[in-house]
């Protein structure tokens, strides 16, 4: 349960990061009201799975997940980048998280 918990924490952080970008600096309201308390439940979250998983793992599968999904998004529905370069560090981030996954069991 505390890995599901993980990820769902870390799907939060992709709305909560891309609600953000789209608050342009907490000018506009409605990105703002839903970026800030995904962001602390994404946290709260995280917290209950720490109950279950070592604090070097959950958090460095926190903020991978989060970060490529965050990353992918922006290439999705953003228009960034999607070199080469940038895909393949995507998938060490990929393959870090699930090697940490394949280790702590």
Not at 33 to 62: E, N
């Amino acid at each position: 349960m505390a890995w599901v918990l993980l990820v769902a924490a870390a799907l939060m952080e992709l709305v909560w990061a891309t609600a953000l970008k789209q608050s342009d600096g907490f000018t506009k309201l409605w990105p703002t009201l839903i970026g800030v308390p995904v962001c602390l439940l994404s946290v709260v979250v995280l917290t209950v799975a720490l109950r279950d998983l070592p604090v070097g793992t959950a958090y460095a599968v926190w903020v991978g997940l989060g970060s490529l999904g965050v990353a992918v998004t922006g290439i999705a529905a953003l228009g960034e980048s999607a070199s080469p370069a940038r895909l393949a560090c995507l998938a060490l981030i990929l393959a870090g998280v699930i090697g940490l996954k394949i280790v702590e069991g």
